[in-house]
């Protein structure tokens, strides 16, 4: 039997949330949030700012825990797990934070080094190489010396993603990776990472409110409103939803394509 597979033969999740929900004081933002992940696929996480998309990654890192309900990762159940357990699920599992953070004072090379050096498998003139490759992977190559300081904020993130990268995850989690850039880079983060994917078979989950960007990488979209998840299948059926905040996301990016 294939690792992933269960006994009837369908594949089964590598994330799975099943009813969670998650409260900071009086504020629910996840209320009974059930979504699934499949290995090799590509989740997209939409919904308005504020709406507990962020929220929803850090459960799956286990940074957050929720207050009820199953979350699933690498196939297993980390609800209760404690660090030292959510570190394996760590090794397995990297996320590209919002804001990159990448260590301000070591260079680019060096950022992408580290999860290397922390695992101590491998000699420093195997590391140069590793490192030259996920750089040249991400487009970087040539930044290779530079401070993060130095970089754009879409160069930054390339960074971030080859830090994630070295890591030799089988999942990676990519929180707004396509904010604060322009279009264009945009376009060739959405590229890369779709290609990343491709390539690496990796597992992926992206949070946006970029639906251009949902619409070119998301096998299936899972889309929060108010705290529940209001659609979760393809983009194309999505397009067919009656929801009406997806119509309004919808019709406002038609609007963007025509300005
Ligand atoms: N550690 C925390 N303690 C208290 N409240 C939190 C915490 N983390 C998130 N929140 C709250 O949970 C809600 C959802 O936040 P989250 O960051 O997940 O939103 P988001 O959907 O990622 O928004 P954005 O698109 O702006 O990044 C917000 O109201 C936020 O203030
Ligand atoms: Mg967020």
Do not use: W
């Not at 309900?69 to 030292?84: F, L, M, P, S």
């Not at 760590?90 to 680019?108: E, H, I, P, Y």
Request: proline fraction near 4%; aromatic fraction near 6%.
């Amino acid at each position: 039997m294939l690792i992933g597979m269960s006994a009837a033969g369908t594949l089964s999740p590598y994330i799975e949330f099943k009813d969670v929900c998650k409260a900071f004081g009086d504020r629910v933002v996840l209320q009974d949030v059930s979504f699934d992940v499949l290995p090799g696929e590509m989740v997209c996480i939409l919904g308005r700012s504020g709406v507990g998309k962020s929220v929803a990654l850090h459960n799956i890192m286990g940074f957050l825990k929720p207050d009820s309900g199953r979350v699933i990762v690498a196939g297993q159940d980390i609800t209760g797990y404690n660090e030292a357990q959510l570190e394996g699920i760590r090794k397995k599992v990297t996320m590209v934070f919002q804001n990159g953070a990448l260590f301000d004072s070591l260079t680019v090379g060096e950022n992408v080094a580290f999860p290397l050096r922390e695992k101590r498998e491998l000699s420093e003139e195997q590391i140069f190489q590793v490192v030259d490759g996920l750089l040249e992977m991400v487009g970087v190559k040539e930044m290779r010396e530079l401070l993060p300081s130095d970089l754009s904020t879409g160069m930054k993130r390339s960074v971030a993603i080859a830090r994630a990268l070295s890591a030799q995850p089988e999942c990676v989690l990519y929180d707004e990776p396509t904010t604060m850039v322009d279009p264009l880079m945009g376009n060739l983060l959405g590229d890369l990472i779709a290609r990343l994917k491709l390539q690496l078979h990796l597992t992926s989950v992206v949070v946006t409110h970029d639906m251009r960007l949902a619409k070119k990488l998301a096998d299936r979209i899972v889309f929060l409103h108010e705290g529940r998840v209001i659609f979760f299948g393809p983009y194309k059926d999505m397009e067919n939803s009656t929801e009406p905040i997806i119509r309004e996301f919808l019709e406002l990016d038609e609007l963007k394509l025509e300005a």
